[in-house]
């Protein structure tokens, strides 16, 4: 964390000041040491460079699990492949088709935002935040799991970017400080998606902007979900990277020899198990533009595919809140709960949303 970044933190429980103890305030960067409130009896330890500001065990729980047994798995600088780039600098195109820049997110943020505060939500392993520092602004990056301890020294120590662990729905940061938030496939879990955005409207700037994505549709009505987000994350974790690899080539004959009656009953019975159907839809071609399609085209590696797949089941059934929304919902989240100047969505697989205040 950066000295400087004391002036703009705030207390979870009360929203107070917070003063460094234990700590050189002097140095370019504080590894450890606490913070206390200057308002109530708040102490919060600042551990690896990332102030904690959020008790270990929370709703974001899950993710902490999955991401520190897969962190590194997903960063473009593993990959080789510029799928979080895209998503972020990249047009949006949700059809099928090679790289070429474009993203089933596309939300065609400038290069370089010099001289700009940006606020990200979700750190998880950095995907983003990789490509975030180097457009030159201010980073300020919040995740609540235990995620954020995977990300590499090196992105923790970059200048602009300081990574807190917090809950963003409470007061951790100095209002109206903001030029734009980024928030990246996690509005859905929170346990109140028109509160969150009420909340993070609060910390733009007047003319600040928002950029997020959401899971579309209706209420999130699987039939698994009632009992497979009560599973112990670790018991979860286990049985997914066991069962998974040996049940889904099974699901994807299933699909695709389509045997009336006994396929559709199978399938749905096996809808835990790749929930999103990735595998069928990487193998098929239908997935090029995805993280798991565009590196099993350049690869062909079928156990690095498995791995995306236990990744995104353990992500679809696992978290305490998954909410869906359609367009028309998230547009009157922003604009009539939220109160934002004006909002847009696009996007048929899930919501794609910015909005201004």
């Not at 963003?168 to 734009?180: K, W």
Request: include cysteine; aromatic fraction near 10%; charge should be neutral.
């Amino acid at each position: 964390m950066k000295p400087a970044l004391l002036e703009r933190l705030r207390c979870p429980l009360c929203g107070g000041r917070v003063r460094l103890e234990g700590g050189d305030s002097q140095v370019d960067e504080i590894e450890s040491g606490e913070l206390t409130c200057e308002s109530c009896s708040g102490h919060y330890p600042i551990r690896r460079f990332v102030p904690r500001l959020v008790p270990s065990s929370n709703y974001s729980r899950s993710w902490g699990k999955l991401w520190l047994e897969t962190g590194h798995l997903l960063r473009d600088s593993f990959t080789g492949v510029p799928f979080h780039e895209n998503v972020l600098h990249g047009l949006f195109r949700e059809d099928p088709g090679a790289d070429d820049g474009r993203s089933p997110f596309g939300f065609a943020w400038p290069r370089d935002l010099s001289g700009q505060r940006v606020l990200e939500v979700g750190t998880g392993t950095g995907n983003l935040t990789e490509h975030l520092v180097r457009t030159g602004a201010e980073i300020v990056s919040v995740d609540m799991s235990e995620a954020i301890d995977t990300l590499p020294t090196e992105l923790l120590r970059q200048p602009n970017l300081n990574v807190v662990q917090a809950d963003i729905n409470t007061p951790i940061l100095e209002p109206e400080s903001f030029d734009r938030i980024w928030m990246f496939q996690v509005l859905q879990h929170t346990p109140s998606p028109p509160d969150t955005l009420r909340g993070l409207k609060g910390m733009l700037k007047s003319g600040g902007e928002i950029a997020f994505t959401s899971y579309g549709g209706e209420r999130f009505r699987a039939w698994y979900y009632p009992f497979t987000k009560r599973l112990p994350d670790r018991l979860a974790w286990r049985l997914i990277a066991f069962l998974v690899p040996r049940l889904v080539p099974l699901k994807y004959r299933l699909m695709k020899r389509r045997i009336p009656v006994v396929s559709s009953l199978l399938v749905k019975l096996l809808a835990p198990i790749d929930p999103r159907d990735i595998y069928f839809q990487t193998l098929e071609g239908e997935a090029d533009r995805y993280i798991h399609g565009a590196v099993w085209n350049r690869t062909g590696d079928k156990d690095l595919l498995m791995k995306y797949i236990v990744i995104n089941t353990f992500d679809r059934i696992t978290p305490d809140y998954t909410n869906s929304a359609t367009h028309a919902t998230v547009e009157r989240w922003l604009l009539d709960v939220a109160g934002f100047s004006s909002a847009e969505t696009w996007g048929r697989s899930g919501v794609r949303a910015r909005a201004v205040r």
